[in-house]
């Protein structure tokens, strides 16, 4: 089985490196599968390690450290994501941070985004990649 190609945005990392019950199990459930390559990009980074970084809360800091070190695709082309992003907020009224996650996914040929926005905000409108509630997803795994 080819694995999938997904990204996960910073509400995914969050549960799993501070949640607690069924949202941070579903979280490192994800993070654990052997049948999924990660994207990351440095959108998500700048997103989610400057803050557990000042703050000086190591551990968490380090894993997303963990977690960027061993993605499998970077989507560091940042013109082309900003631009692609740019376009995605305009047609589906997404938020910066989501559009810039839905084009840096796209890049790399990602087959899934997975997210802790709940179903009916802007990001799941997008069609350029499938985009999943962490949430939805306890049933299915």
Known sequence: MTPRRTFIDAGVLVAAARGKGDLATQAMRILDDPNREFVGSPFLKLE???????????????????F??????????????VRNAYVEACT????????????????????????TEKEGKPIHRVDLVKVLFLQSLQDRD
Not at 95 to 103: E, S
């Open 68 to 81: 960027f070190d061993a993605v499998s695709y970077r989507a560091d082309s940042v013109e082309d994501i």
């Open 92 to 115: 589906y009224g997404l938020g910066a941070m989501d559009a810039l996650h839905v084009a840096a996914a796209t890049s790399v040929g990602a087959e899934e985004l997975i997210t």
């Open 48 to 66: 989610i390690l400057p803050k557990p970084i000042y703050e000086k809360r190591r551990e968490e800091a380090e894993f997303y450290e963990a």
